[in-house]
């Protein structure tokens, strides 16, 4: 039943303005229900709302919900909550406003909302927000927003949110994750023009470029302009002062009615540790004394960053108590939004915004994000955790964005991430708070993105990755970029990483330990293929079983500038890359353990190229042909292109450790084939030295490796020295594989390993012989050496410092024998000017596998075709030079160039030239030739001559008859006769300079018309 001051109007509306304190039901024939005033569902009250009944509300009102809501459309009759009746303007409504209790609920199904400020607004975090087959639509704020303290659970099923001026679902309850801000006037008497200054510390990390206040009337803000502004930027170490200064990078500060906006040129990156300042003159002080609230908010790209309850009070009156800033005692917490199965289109903000300290339970699944401006999905919190499974993001910016404080976990299935800036963004706020980062991605598609594929950056989390038959391919930049401070477990199987504008895996951190990759393709990116940097310990990393190939760069990389220890590098295809197959270094040499085996590694532009880690093994590898002559190979200090394998000792100095590891340092100090006794007198237990050889030496704290706990004087410390016993073996061992196809097999560059250190007493030594016995390099003879085998024919083996044992060699391959495709190049010896000629290298071969690549260079221009074998061109009035390179399905290249040359030919050749093409293809040439000369039966000169002919025989034909009746005839006889030998000396002439057939053609009509000249004089004659 309807309120007791609910009546009808003469029009037919129903016009509702008191509470709904009992169970009552609107319908169809009720309706339409206008609210005039704000309405409220008490508590303990249900308000039903049946199919086809439309409910309208005037400008500025609100339906609360204290009780519960249930609207019930069908898919026929859908029910309708919009505006009042159209009247020309923009009357929009304000909310409907859940407050419910417990045992409330608000569900709406095949509900059509319309035409306010938000759709739904949750300020309970009790009972349960349901919408279902329901469209939200035209909102000019948000089409479900979600404040308070805590959100209640909120489900969205099958339903379409569109046109919203801001976030379709904006989950921000009250300060949110801000942990500090404050507004300083230094003048509270009223009336008068103060400067502020505003303090704001975001607790979370955000990205803005404008920032926006909005004060309590427009007199406050009515002269502040750009001249006002006095200084703005970051305090990065809470001293109250500006360290880094946004002064230059202010491009507007504008006044509109009480919002006051100060733009930037670009971007910026606020971090949870950064305090943003903001001091500016021009603001005039109300009236009144008290607290006046002015709300701050951080935009990018006009998406708001920060919850919508953050404001900053300043204080009026000096008799009014300053205002004190105090952060909410209560955790804010987002909690249990579902999402499933529907559409986000026109929308201003985020598809999904949510900001709290605590978000957890988000679920989106199945949902389709189009035309949205900001993020896909935006979560902003100290602590955060979601699943995202079958969805279609093009976003605006990342499709996926999730920015912490402490910790994360994020899970991702089976996601079409397309035409975002980023795909999916994980970004942790630089707190020095060690957090920890979950990230669990599987069979999703992240591709043309114009940034990273996926990107997860943090300066203090521990990250744990999970990567599994995702395809990421096509973004501008990386397609997997990891920097993070460590990431202590991952694996990484079974995806496809390919076409990324620079490398398709980059990984930058201090520790990465305990990764393993296996069965990716990487491939045609145009960086390396995998890159992992550490500023600290590369640990138990294990890549098998990984296609890496056709990269730009380098195919597999592991660089340090500590250590190397545990690295596994097994049953890979590294192939056709531009730079090394492997690539393995550290700047101080140690004892690190690092394994390559049982890999292809072929057509590189470097083989396998290890430095600084010593206790090696390197066996049962294909290392062959690594001289890809189609990339410029990235430069690597003291390695030439075209190196089969190079091996060398760090270049800067040594590590010592007392500390109780995993491994003990002494095992993995400079030297490692001398047995170390070390003794430091004056290290801390979980610390290390580091001894350079090229700068300051220093100490680093085990546990976190990078990061500096104290500098050591120039000279190293006293206290340290270093005694030798018996060697130990030899560590680098190279067995077993077959290396040969290179300008140098293998370069040795080893030499002493500390040199001088000026007040300490450090015995050193060079490096033992490596051990390169049992390889093939090519020949049976063995590699070329210029002392040791001067008379081997396989790969030449060079020793910059150092030495090599590789005596005995094997004499035949150990694994498959490989060898350079052969070029075979087809073309014309001359060809028509202006003709399209036909190059082939079809008759090409390759012994192992199939031609692949063909690059043909025509007359200094290359043309590379891929598995087509032919390449089509004009011919210009110019001779061609053409060469042909090929590759085989590994990439390895033709070892020289098929050549060719063409020479053009004018279109009016000669005789024996015509004659000779003639021979070649009688039909087709003839039929050319006469199209080209424009003289064929169809031509200008063949229809002419045809023309008179016929007309000829009509009249002749015509004048006959009339003769035989006694009839006057139309055209003298002679006129005829002239007319038919008109048009057969017009055939006759065209044959002989153009086409033979119209030669044929005037001879055949000759005949016949004297014939028939013969047959109409006899039949003359006896008429």
Same mark, same amino acid.
């Given at each position: 039943?309807?309120?007791?001051?609910?009546?009808?109007?003469?029009?037919?509306?129903?016009?509702?303005?008191?509470?709904?304190?009992?169970?009552?039901?609107?319908?169809?024939?009720?309706?339409?229900?206008?609210?005039?005033?704000?309405?409220?569902?008490?508590?303990?009250?249900?308000?039903?709302?049946?199919?086809?009944?439309?409910?309208?509300?005037?400008?500025?009102?609100?339906?609360?919900?204290?009780?519960?809501?249930?609207?019930?459309?069908?898919?026929?009759?859908?029910?309708?909550?919009?505006?009042?009746?159209?009247?020309?303007?923009?009357?929009?409504?304000?909310?409907?406003?859940?407050?419910?209790?417990?045992?409330?609920?608000?569900?709406?199904?095949?509900? %059509?909302?319309?035409?306010?400020?938000?759709?739904?607004?949750?300020?309970?975090?009790?009972?349960?927000?349901?919408?279902?087959?329901?469209?939200?639509?035209?909102?000019?704020?948000?089409?479900?927003?979600?404040?308070?303290?805590?959100?209640?659970?909120?489900?969205?099923?099958?339903?379409?949110?569109?046109?919203?001026?801001?976030?379709?679902?904006?989950?921000?309850?009250?300060?949110?994750?801000?942990?500090?801000?404050?507004?300083?006037?230094?003048?509270?008497?009223?009336?008068?023009?103060?400067?502020?200054?505003?303090?704001?510390?975001?607790?979370?990390?955000?990205?803005?470029?404008?920032?926006?206040?909005?004060?309590?009337?427009?007199?406050?803000?009515?002269?502040?302009?750009?001249?006002?502004?006095?200084?703005?930027?970051?305090?990065?170490?809470?001293?109250?002062?500006?360290?880094?200064?946004?002064?230059?990078?202010?491009?507007?500060?504008?006044?509109?009615?009480?919002?006051?906006?100060?733009?930037?040129?670009?971007?910026?990156?606020?971090?949870?540790?950064?305090?943003?300042?903001?001091?500016?003159?021009?603001?005039?002080?109300?009236?009144?004394?008290?607290?006046?609230?002015?709300?701050?908010?951080?935009?990018?790209?006009?998406?708001?960053?920060?919850?919508?309850?953050?404001?900053?009070?300043?204080?009026?009156?000096?008799?009014?108590?300053?205002?004190?800033?105090?952060?909410?005692?209560?955790?804010?917490?987002?909690?249990?939004?579902?999402?499933?199965?529907?559409?986000?289109?026109?929308?201003?903000?985020? /598809?999904?915004?949510?900001?709290?300290?605590?978000?957890?339970?988000?679920?989106?699944?199945?949902?389709?994000?189009?035309?949205?401006?900001?993020?896909?999905?935006?979560?902003?919190?100290?602590?955060?955790?979601?699943?995202?499974?079958?969805?279609?993001?093009?976003?605006?910016?990342?499709?996926?964005?999730?920015?912490?404080?402490?910790?994360?976990?994020?899970?991702?299935?089976?996601?079409?991430?397309?035409?975002?800036?980023?795909?999916?963004?994980?970004?942790?706020?630089?707190?020095?708070?060690?957090?920890? %980062?979950?990230?669990?991605?599987?069979?999703?598609?992240?591709?043309?993105?114009?940034?990273?594929?996926?990107?997860?950056?943090?300066?203090?989390?521990?990250?744990?990755?999970?990567?599994?038959?995702?395809?990421?391919?096509?973004?501008?930049?990386?397609?997997?970029?990891?920097?993070?401070?460590?990431?202590?477990?991952?694996?990484?199987?079974?995806?496809?990483?390919?076409?990324?504008?620079?490398?398709?895996?980059?990984?930058?951190?201090?520790?990465?330990?305990?990764?393993?990759?296996?069965?990716?393709?990487?491939?045609?990116?145009?960086?390396?293929?995998?890159?992992?940097?550490?500023?600290?310990?590369?640990?138990?990393?294990?890549? %098998?079983?990984? #296609?890496? *190939?056709?990269?730009?760069?380098?195919?597999?990389?592991?660089?340090?500038?500590?250590?190397?220890?545990?690295?596994?590098?097994?049953?890979?295809?590294?192939?056709?890359?531009? /730079?090394?197959?492997?690539?393995?270094?550290?700047?101080?040499?140690?004892?690190?353990?690092?394994?390559?085996?049982?890999?292809?590694?072929?057509?590189?532009?470097?083989?396998?190229?290890?430095?600084?880690?010593?206790?090696?093994?390197?066996?049962?590898?294909?290392?062959?042909?690594?001289?890809?002559?189609?990339?410029?190979?990235?430069?690597?200090?003291?390695?030439?292109?075209?190196?089969?394998?190079?091996?060398?000792?760090?270049?800067?100095?040594?590590?010592?450790?007392?500390?109780? *590891?995993?491994?003990?340092?002494?095992?993995?100090?400079?030297?490692?084939?001398?047995?170390?006794?070390?003794?430091?007198?004056?290290?801390?237990?979980?610390?290390?030295?580091?001894?350079?050889?090229?700068?300051?030496?220093?100490?680093?704290?085990?546990?976190?490796?990078?990061?500096?706990?104290?500098?050591?004087?120039?000279?190293?410390?006293?206290?340290?020295?270093?005694?030798?016993?018996?060697?130990?073996?030899?560590?680098?061992?190279?067995?077993?594989?077959?290396?040969?196809?290179?300008?140098?097999?293998?370069?040795?560059?080893?030499?002493?390993?500390?040199?001088?250190?000026? #007040?300490?007493?450090?015995?050193?030594?060079?490096?033992?012989?490596?051990?390169?016995?049992?390889?093939?390099?090519?020949?049976?003879?063995?590699?070329?050496?210029?002392?040791?085998?001067?008379?081997?024919?396989?790969?030449?083996?060079?020793?910059?410092?150092?030495?090599?044992?590789?005596?005995?060699?094997?004499?035949?391959?150990?694994?498959?024998?490989?060898?350079?495709? #052969?070029?075979?190049?087809?073309?014309?010896?001359?060809?028509?000017?202006?003709?399209?000629?036909?190059?082939?290298?079809?008759?090409?071969?390759?012994?192992?596998?199939?031609?692949?690549?063909?690059?043909?260079?025509?007359?200094?221009?290359?043309?590379?075709?891929?598995?087509?074998?032919?390449?089509?061109?004009?011919?210009?009035?110019?001779?061609?030079?053409?060469?042909?390179?090929?590759?085989?399905?590994?990439?390895?290249?033709?070892?020289?160039?098929?050549?060719?040359?063409?020479?053009?030919?004018?279109?009016?050749?000669?005789?024996?030239?015509?004659?000779?093409?003639?021979?070649?293809?009688?039909?087709?040439?003839?039929?050319?030739?006469?199209?080209?000369?424009?003289?064929?039966?169809?031509?200008?000169?063949?229809?002419?001559?045809?023309?008179?002919?016929?007309?000829?025989?009509?009249?002749?034909?015509?004048?006959?008859?009339?003769?035989?009746?006694?009839?006057?005839?139309?055209?003298?006889?002679?006129?005829?006769?002239?007319?038919?030998?008109?048009?057969?000396?017009?055939?006759? *002439?065209?044959?002989?300079? /153009?086409?033979?057939?119209?030669?044929?053609?005037?001879?055949?009509?000759?005949?016949?018309?004297?014939?028939?000249?013969?047959?109409?004089?006899?039949?003359?004659?006896?008429?």
């Amino acid at each position: 039943m309807l309120s007791a001051s609910a009546m009808a109007a003469p029009s037919g509306v129903t016009f509702v303005e008191s509470p709904i304190q009992s169970d009552t039901t609107w319908t169809e024939d009720g309706g339409p229900y206008r609210l005039i005033r704000n309405v409220a569902v008490e508590p303990g009250a249900t308000l039903t709302i049946r199919p086809g009944t439309e409910v309208q509300l005037a400008e500025g009102v609100s339906l609360t919900v204290r009780g519960s809501l249930r609207a019930t459309g069908t898919e026929t009759r859908p029910v309708l909550i919009t505006q009042s009746a159209a009247s020309g303007r923009d009357l929009r409504w304000e909310t409907i406003r859940y407050n419910g209790s417990e045992s409330s609920t608000l569900s709406l199904r095949n509900t %059509t909302l319309r035409g306010g400020r938000s759709g739904i607004t949750t300020t309970s975090g009790e009972g349960a927000v349901a919408v279902t087959d329901s469209r939200l639509q035209n909102f000019s704020v948000a089409g479900l927003s979600a404040n308070g303290t805590t959100t209640p659970p909120v489900t969205i099923t099958r339903s379409t949110l569109s046109e919203i001026g801001g976030h379709a679902i904006r989950a921000s309850p009250s300060i949110g994750a801000v942990e500090e801000v404050e507004l300083d006037s230094t003048d509270r008497r009223r009336n008068r023009t103060a400067r502020h200054t505003l303090r704001l510390a975001p607790g979370v990390g955000v990205s803005m470029e404008t920032i926006r206040l909005r004060y309590p009337s427009e007199r406050s803000v009515a002269d502040i302009e750009t001249g006002s502004l006095r200084r703005i930027g970051l305090d990065t170490d809470n001293d109250g002062d500006i360290d880094q200064s946004f002064d230059d990078d202010v491009s507007d500060v504008s006044v509109s009615g009480r919002h006051v906006e100060i733009s930037l040129s670009h971007s910026t990156y606020v971090s949870s540790r950064d305090r943003l300042i903001v001091e500016y003159d021009g603001v005039v002080n109300p009236r009144t004394r008290g607290v006046y609230p002015v709300g701050v908010s951080l935009l990018e790209r006009r998406v708001p960053q920060l919850s919508d309850g953050v404001h900053a009070m300043y204080v009026v009156g000096a008799e009014t108590t300053p205002y004190a800033y105090a952060p909410p005692t209560d955790l804010t917490r987002v909690r249990g939004i579902t999402v499933s199965d529907s559409e986000f289109e026109d929308i201003d903000g985020a /598809g999904l915004f949510a900001d709290a300290d605590i978000a957890t339970g988000i679920r989106v699944s199945d949902s389709r994000f189009t035309d949205v401006r900001g993020d896909g999905v935006a979560i902003r919190a100290a602590q955060s955790e979601g699943s995202f499974r079958g969805n279609s993001l093009h976003a605006g910016d990342a499709g996926i964005h999730v920015e912490t404080r402490t910790q994360t976990t994020l899970v991702a299935n089976e996601n079409r991430i397309s035409e975002s800036e980023t795909g999916i963004r994980v970004r942790q706020s630089e707190r020095r708070d060690r957090g920890v %980062t979950r990230v669990t991605l599987r069979g999703n598609e992240l591709v043309d993105n114009d940034r990273n594929g996926l990107e997860i950056q943090s300066e203090t989390s521990e990250g744990e990755l999970w990567l599994t038959d995702n395809v990421i391919s096509e973004n501008g930049e990386h397609g997997v970029a990891l920097s993070n401070w460590a990431i202590r477990n991952g694996r990484v199987t079974g995806n496809r990483v390919l076409n990324n504008g620079e490398d398709g895996v980059a990984v930058n951190s201090h520790v990465v330990r305990n990764v393993t990759l296996s069965r990716n393709r990487i491939a045609e990116n145009g960086g390396d293929g995998l890159d992992v940097f550490v500023r600290a310990l590369a640990r138990d990393f294990v890549a %098998t079983n990984n #296609t890496i *190939v056709d990269n730009r760069g380098h195919a597999l990389t592991v660089r340090s500038d500590l250590l190397v220890h545990r690295v596994t590098v097994a049953g890979n295809r590294l192939a056709n890359n531009g /730079g090394a197959g492997v690539l393995v270094s550290s700047p101080l040499t140690h004892s690190g353990q690092l394994t390559v085996s049982d890999n292809v590694i072929a057509a590189n532009g470097y083989g396998l190229v290890s430095r600084g880690t010593l206790n090696a093994t390197v066996r049962n590898n294909d290392i062959v042909f690594n001289t890809n002559t189609h990339v410029r190979p990235p430069a690597l200090d003291g390695v030439a292109p075209g190196t089969g394998l190079y091996v060398a000792e760090g270049s800067r100095g040594a590590i010592l450790d007392q500390s109780d *590891v995993d491994a003990p340092f002494e095992e993995l100090v400079a030297n490692p084939q001398l047995r170390q006794q070390i003794e430091i007198a004056t290290l801390w237990d979980d610390t290390v030295a580091v001894l350079r050889t090229d700068g300051v030496s220093h100490t680093r704290s085990t546990a976190e490796g990078a990061v500096d706990i104290r500098r050591v004087d120039d000279s190293l410390p006293t206290g340290i020295e270093l005694s030798y016993g018996e060697a130990d073996a030899d560590r680098y061992r190279i067995a077993n594989n077959d290396v040969y196809g290179h300008d140098t097999g293998m370069d040795i560059n080893i030499s002493r390993l500390v040199t001088a250190n000026a #007040t300490a007493r450090i015995v050193t030594d060079s490096i033992r012989t490596v051990n390169a016995e049992s390889n093939y390099w090519g020949a049976a003879s063995g590699p070329y050496h210029s002392s040791i085998l001067p008379e081997g024919d396989g790969d030449e083996i060079t020793i910059t410092n150092g030495w090599v044992d590789f005596i005995p060699v094997a004499d035949a391959p150990i694994g498959q024998r490989y060898r350079r495709p #052969t070029p075979r190049l087809s073309t014309p010896s001359t060809a028509v000017a202006g003709s399209q000629i036909q190059l082939s290298g079809a008759e090409s071969a390759a012994e192992t596998g199939s031609v692949s690549e063909y690059h043909f260079v025509v007359n200094g221009t290359s043309h590379t075709t891929r598995e087509r074998a032919g390449l089509s061109l004009r011919m210009p009035n110019e001779t061609l030079t053409v060469a042909l390179s090929v590759e085989d399905g590994l990439g390895i290249d033709s070892n020289e160039s098929a050549t060719a040359r063409i020479r053009p030919v004018p279109a009016t050749a000669t005789e024996s030239e015509r004659s000779t093409e003639a021979l070649e293809a009688p039909a087709d040439r003839e039929g050319e030739r006469g199209a080209a000369s424009g003289s064929g039966l169809l031509s200008a000169w063949g229809l002419l001559g045809g023309g008179c002919f016929l007309s000829a025989l009509f009249f002749g034909g015509y004048g006959m008859v009339r003769t035989v009746r006694s009839q006057p005839v139309p055209l003298r006889g002679l006129f005829v006769q002239l007319l038919a030998g008109v048009g057969i000396l017009v055939w006759l *002439v065209a044959g002989v300079v /153009g086409s033979t057939r119209l030669v044929f053609v005037a001879g055949v009509a000759g005949a016949l018309w004297v014939g028939l000249t013969a047959i109409a004089y006899l039949v003359a004659t006896r008429t």
